[in-house]
């Protein structure tokens, strides 16, 4: 079952998927809106599990799936992915 917290990290994303502007790449706006947060990840990581949620968007991967993309690959909570896909979609212009 979906925990309460799940659902809310999920319909964040979403929105912020939904009514995101479309922009330019900022690498260095994404990164300045996870790295005093996500310490214990590298700029390097960060990018690139940026650029892999771009692609994984683009290709019509859904957010919900994006979301555990990310939590698998970087061993973050569901928050935490729920944080780098909101700010991939908004600072690199997924």
Do not use: K
Not at 18 to 37: E, I, K, N, R
Not at 47 to 55: I, K, W
């Amino acid at each position: 079952m979906w925990s309460v917290a799940f659902r809310a990290v999920l319909t964040s994303a979403a929105i912020s998927l939904a009514f995101a502007p479309s922009a330019a790449a900022d690498t260095g706006g994404y990164l300045h809106a996870l790295q005093d947060t996500y310490t214990s990840l590298s700029a390097q990581q960060l990018l690139s599990e940026g650029t892999r949620v771009c692609q994984s968007l683009h290709s019509g991967v859904n957010s919900t799936e994006t979301v555990i993309m990310v939590q698998r690959d970087l061993g973050v909570s569901i928050p935490a992915s729920g944080d780098i896909v909101s700010a991939a979609v908004v600072n690199l212009g997924c």
